[in-house]
Structures are given as C-alpha cells and as structure tokens.
C-alpha cells in the first residue's frame, strides 16, 4: 500500500477544510462522528476519493487495558466497536486506528498475548466492513516497542488488514526498514499544515 503522510483535524477544523485539499490524508479525530454535519462531509470526501482515517475509534483509555479487561467488558468492547465500524463503512471510511499499550505488550508477556487475542476477535469485524485496522505505534520508540518489535508483532498476528499508524515525533524522524512493508500511514506529530483552509 502507498505511504500516506496524515494531517490530524478536529470536527471544526474539518468543516472549514476546502473540498479541493490536497494535502495528504485526512485523520480525524473520532469525535467528527457525533456530529450530522460533518458525517455528510465524510462521504462527499470518501466519495471524491480522497483517503479519509478515523483516528482513535475507541477512546485511547479505554482500548488501552482492554487486554486486561474481564471476558464481559472485552465484549461490550467488540460490540461497541461492531457499531462504530458499520458507521464508519456506511461513510465510506476504509481505515481507523485503535491505541492499544503497544509499548507495554513489548514488556509483557502475558499482556502481549492477551492483547492478540483481542486483536483475533476483531478480524470477523474488519472482515464484514472490508475495513483496515492501523496500529497507533509512536517513533522514537518507547520503551520496549522499537522497529524490530513492532514489525515482528505485525507478523505474528497473521492478519492482512492491518498496518500501523505510525506517529513521528522528530522532524527528521524516517520510518525504520524494518517497518517499510507495515507502516504505510504516517502522522508527524510537530508538523505544522499551512494554509490548509484557503
């Protein structure tokens, strides 16, 4: 898949946002959902084509223990998350990122593979929207969870409709070899967008 380098708009910025923009990919913050108005705007930009992400489409605190969560909220999880996927597919949207602890599945076993079995609970979902899950994964690494980590659990996990939302912190930040194939959608974190509404 072609790397795509994202821009991250709120629902009010995303309203002001000139339908011709041609700045990249669009991430938004999943809080654009809530709101009719811009729901209408998500398909007019999914229908031009234009690559549109729904950051975040569970709350990052509550998707971040999920592994470590009881067998009953795992499936108040799964069911919440079967909702919002139907939503967003209806939108047109065919990528949404999830910020699990990926840095503390790099130095935790059992919550690694807790964390696996979540994520093997979601395929039938991905499958029925034909949607792509993206990994929130951060560079420079922390802790644990560095190139050779992370691409080595993208493997592990068998799944072709997955990849990592890869957010860069360092201006000059590129993305390791190891993670070539797997990190296809980027967010540099201390980019500034000029003239993004004009």
């Known amino acids: ?40 705007r998500i398909r007019e930009f999914c229908r031009a084509e234009m690559p549109v992400i729904i950051q975040d489409l569970a709350a990052p605190e509550t998707a971040r223990f999920i592994p470590e ?7 108040e999880f799964q069911s919440f998350l079967l909702k919002r996927c139907e939503l967003i ?54 802790g644990a969870a560095d190139a050779s980590w992370l691409a080595q659990f993208r493997q592990d996990l068998l799944y072709p409709n997955v990849g990592f939302l890869l957010e860069l912190h360092d201006a000059d930040e590129e993305v390791p ?9 980027l967010l540099r974190r201390n980019a500034v967008s000029a003239d993004l509404f004009l």
């Not at 629902?11 to 809530?34: K, M």
């Not at 209806?90 to 999830?98: A, I, K, N, T």
């Not at 070899?177 to 959608?185: H, I, P, V």
Request: aromatic share 10%.
């Open 69 to 75: 969560d009881s067998p009953k909220l795992q499936l």
């Open 89 to 142: 597919a209806q939108l047109g949207v065919q990528e949404f990122s999830l910020s699990f602890h990926l840095e503390r599945a790099a130095e935790d076993a059992e919550f690694c593979r807790s964390l696996r079995r979540v994520l093997g609970s979601l395929w039938g979902v991905l499958e029925q929207y034909q949607l792509r899950l993206l990994l929130t994964a951060h560079l420079p690494a922390q």
């Open 1 to 40: 898949m072609k790397r795509l380098e994202l821009s991250l708009f709120s629902a009010e910025e995303f309203l002001l946002l000139n339908a011709d923009w041609q700045g990249g990919g669009i991430l938004l913050e999943s809080s654009v959902l809530d709101f009719a108005v811009a729901r209408d």
């Open 177 to 185: 070899q190891e993670l070539a194939f797997y990190a296809d959608r």
